[in-house]
Each structure stands twice: as C-alpha cells, then as structure tokens.
C-alpha cells in the first residue's frame, strides 16, 4: 500500500511528492496529462517562493533551467510613465524571478524518480474516491484502477476533483474580470531588461513582461460585465496587435507591431479566488489552489503552494512514518490552521491591489489627472510609489515564517 497518493502532479505535487519520499514516505503521484506543456503555467517565484524553493534544495535546478529574473516594475498610465521600481525591492533581497514551470517540473520528476519509494501514474485521472467507515483510503482512477493509500492528497488545482469527491465546500470570492493571455515573439528592445509592464488607456488594462523562455507574455483584462467580452467568437474579430499597440506608448506599439506575424491565439484565463472553510476530511487533505485558488495578481499561486508543502511536510513526516491512521486524519487541521491566516491576508492583499486598478479604471477623470500631474511633481510621484513599495512588502516575502524542519533520511 501506498502512503500517501498525490492527485496532480504540478509544483505542489510533486514538491511534496518529493520532500515525502526523501524522508522514507511511499508515495504514489497521479496526473491525468502526459506531459507538462499547458497551455498556461505561472511562472513568477516572488522572494517567498525563492526561499521555499531554497529550504526543498532546488536552487540549484532553477540555476539550470530557463529562468530570467525580473529587473523592474514601470506602470503606465494613458501613454505616461508613472513610476518605476527596481528589483529587487529590498536591500540584500532577491529579485523577483520567472522560471519554465514545465522545465521546473520536469527537473523535479527528475530527482524524486530516483527513489524507490515513488511511483508515478500519468495520463489517467482520478474518478473517485475510495471510502472505508467515511475514511478515504485510497482512489479509483479513470480506467478503473484502484490504489490505496493511508493519505489523499489534492493537489489538482481550482477545479479539484479530490475537493469535489470529498464533498469539501469552496467559499469562492466575487471577481470582476478574466485575463486574456498572448504569446508573441520579443524584440531586442525589449530584451535589455526585463520590466513588468502594466498599462491603463481608456478602456484598456493589461501586463506585458518577458516570460522565462524569451517570449513576450500579455495578460489584457477582460471586464465580465461587458457583454460579449469573454465570447471566443469576438476574438477572432479583433486585431489584437493593433489593438494592445493603440494602448501603448509609440515605443511599446512599434515593438508589438514588429511582431505582429508571432502572435499566437489567445488562452483564457479564468479568474477564480475563493478559499475551502476545511481543507480535509478523514483520509483526505487539500493544498495549494485546490484549498485556496489565488487571484494572479502578484503572482501567489506557486509562492503559496510551494509554502503550503513545506507545513504540510513538517507535520505529515512524523505521524506517516508511524502509521497511525487517527494521528494522520488528527494533524490536517493543523496543517490548515498554520496556513489560513496567511492565505487569508495574502488574499486581502491581492483584493487591495485589484481596488486600485478599478478605481483608475472606473473614473476616466482620476486616470487623466494621475497620468497629467504625478509625472510632474517629483514629491508626489515618490510618495505613490513608496505607498505601492510598501503594499507589495507582504505580497512578496509572506505574512508568516515558514522553515522545512524534518531532516531527510
């Protein structure tokens, strides 16, 4: 029998997959897809994930696959830059850095293939759960399979069929918009430093960065609430480039211009925040977006994962190497109430960040005065972007202190 059966093999899984099995867990990681090439992965590691990253060993893995740290933040408001900051953000701190998760990922199969006690099933998904006195004790697979185990652990993202399975109720929040994501090929302009762009013109909202693989990533805001604007059918309809180039200053227009052969379809990227008022049921724990789905704002799905791992290895170790099925079922509570608060403020401030933008969104004459006077007064344009600074703070390093404490072995 195995342990511990793993549902999704993405950074949560298999981080955890790996820190388990180096510590003697028998551990068994099941992933409906046969590869790690979806369409859309996050791929920025803020200081907390880094230092999550650093306590798993993996450092040395992100030094070898493609990764490109970020050099900058520029916000531009109706053709004007407002303000820019630099990476990284604190003295002696770590530089925000965007790494290929599918190079991540596969990196780290890599390493936890290695151990004997480590079995990974792909391209068949969970069905259901196996249930024994209302205790799970293991999983039914697609194709009928059954694999037992002490533990279930969902790690299948938003839409998790562990959650749904273990009849685990989703708060989910209100949100206001989707993301339309672009891949396009950059331009050497844009490649003497890697800045995060966001831009706000009329109606227009998106970001723009070089992603980890040297292509040019966009993510334009899709307001739900306008009619037609999440029909994929209106897409095709649109220039997208000229579209994304008439809300650019005429240096960003002409580089998406350049490219305009290079623009591949566009992914939709729905925006689901919420948070599981329980995270498990006798058998069963969930973490990472399968617990708490994170706004992308800021880039927190990965951070929060990663460090979701980390707890849950510290208090999964002792009580799997002793087997008992009550002192399991007994610490996923508290695996779930070390982790709430943070979630809970990370998400405050992502909701806070997103305010902002809708309020320069909403109120055309508040976007002309901020575009028109904050570049002119040095005073006041040092002030917004100090506020922005410090708002960012926990966003980037984590509300709490995290530390890997079981030793391998």
Known sequence: MSQVVIIGAGPTGLT??????????EVTLIEASRNFRRTF???????????????????DLVAHIPHRPLAAWE???????????EEPMEAGGKPCTLISQPAFLEGVMAKVSEYPNFEFIAGSGVRDILWERERAIGVILADNRQIPADLVVGADGRNSIVRQQANLAIDLAAQSYDILWFKLASTPELELENIFYSVLCGDAAF??????????QIGWSLNRVTEGQNDPKQWQKIDWVETLAVASPD?????LRQQADTLERPFLLSVTVGLCPQWHAPGVLLLGDAAHPMSPIRAQGINMALRDVIVAANHLVPVLKQSHLANIDAVLAQIQAERVPEIVRIQQLQ???????????????LRYLVSRIVPRIPLLRNRIRQSWIDRQLQLRK????VSLQVSRG
């Open 16 to 25: 955890l997959a790996l820190l388990l099995v180096q510590r003697g867990v």
């Open 41 to 59: 992965r996050g791929e920025a590691l803020m200081p907390s994930g880094l230092e999550a990253i650093e306590q798993m060993g993996l450092t």
């Open 75 to 85: 916000f531009i408001i109706e053709n004007r830059a407002i303000f820019r900051v």
């Open 207 to 216: 970001g723009l960065f070089l992603g980890s693989e040297g292509q040019l």
């Open 251 to 255: 240096w960003l227009a002409a580089a």
């Open 351 to 365: 909701r806070a960040e997103i305010a902002q933008g809708e309020l320069l969104h909403d109120y055309p004459p």
């Open 398 to 401: 984590g509300f709490t202190q």
